[in-house]
């Protein structure tokens, strides 16, 4: 079945240190998004990206990273410079117009 | 800057009852998206608008889109509670080149659905 993979589905983080979460599509789309949800709000861009090689920040960018070295596989690096990375993430793809289609997710916590 | 706004954010209401769900948006669009979210889950796509005058329905849910008005609206119908969820409108920012968007979301509309 075609989809879009997130892992872990929880992570725990500690205080100045980095963590990476993972988004692995297999929809051959182009474009991959990671979005942040705060609990009762909409998603928050952080990047997205067009084609392998590229990507852009979005609107809440600062203290985190992104790569994207394979067309499949997006990425996120949560950097001890985010100072509030505990959230819920979203990893989504797209192929033109067609509607965005999200991962399962992945709740991090700073403990 | 393009801004997207839901009304109501909470809504409880019985079942077998009608309501909208009203989406606005700040700049021109005719790319919107409906979707819902249930508790600790993951956003489910419900509908894509992509033209003025563009209507959508499944099931109980019917989705409309206004361009010119800037306006979307997600209608339930008679509603059950297996409708309870948070609904979300997401609008298409612009493109930055080739086939591929940005979406803003609105805040979401938390439905509750009663016996």
């Known amino acids: 079945d075609g989809g879009i993979t997130q892992s872990p589905k929880y992570l725990f983080r500690k205080e100045g240190q980095n963590v990476t979460l993972s988004c692995e599509q297999n929809l051959n789309h182009d474009a991959m998004y990671w979005y942040r949800q705060d609990p009762g709000q909409g998603l928050r861009l952080i990047y997205y990206s067009q084609i392998v090689n590229d990507f852009q920040k979005g609107d809440i960018a600062e203290g985190y990273s992104v790569s994207r070295e394979k067309k499949e596989s997006f990425p996120l690096t949560v950097t001890s410079a985010q100072k509030n990375p505990t959230a819920f993430y979203l990893c989504?793809?797209?192929?033109?117009?067609?509607?965005?289609?999200f991962g399962q997710g992945t709740r991090l916590t700073v403990v | 800057e393009l801004k997207v706004e839901q009304n109501p954010l909470f809504l409880s209401m019985q079942e077998g009852k009608n309501y909208t769900i009203y989406c606005n948006y700040s700049t021109t669009s005719d790319r919107l998206y409906w979707y819902r979210q249930d508790p600790g889950k993951s956003l489910e796509s419900l509908f894509v608008?992509?033209?003025?005058?563009a209507v959508k329905q499944e099931g109980r849910l019917m989705a409309s889109l206004d361009t010119k008005a800037r306006l979307s609206t997600l209608h339930i119908t008679a509603a059950v509670h297996d409708l309870s969820a948070t609904y979300f409108c997401?609008?298409?920012?612009?493109?930055?080149?080739?086939?591929?968007?940005?979406?803003?979301f609105g805040k979401g509309t938390l439905l509750t659905v009663n016996p």
């Open positions: 989504a793809s797209t192929e033109g117009v067609t509607e965005a289609f």
């Open positions: 608008l992509l033209s003025n005058g």
């Open positions: 997401a609008v298409d920012g612009g493109r930055s080149g080739g086939s591929n968007y940005k979406l803003t």
